[in-house]
């Protein structure tokens, strides 16, 4: 599952939120933990949003695609 703040709503509490009712779901059906993925290339303003709600950076995720490259 993913989801995408457009640009021009960005910094206006709708990813903060999303997060929330993400958090309000899974305390519902007694989740330990929230785990989330974001795009290292967006770094910057988006990681530091989710450390103001409390995530912690754990590790990375590796990606390898298997589709063929034209040669």
Not at 39 to 64: D, I, L, N, P, W
């Amino acid at each position: 599952m993913a989801f995408v703040v457009a640009p021009d709503q960005r910094g206006l509490g709708v990813g903060r939120a999303l997060i929330s009712a993400v958090e309000d779901w899974a305390r519902q059906r007694d989740a330990g933990d929230v785990m989330l993925t974001t795009y290292k290339r967006r770094a910057g303003a988006q990681h530091r949003f989710y450390a103001s709600m409390g995530y912690e950076a754990t590790g990375y995720r590796f990606v390898k695609s298997l589709e063929e490259v034209d040669q």
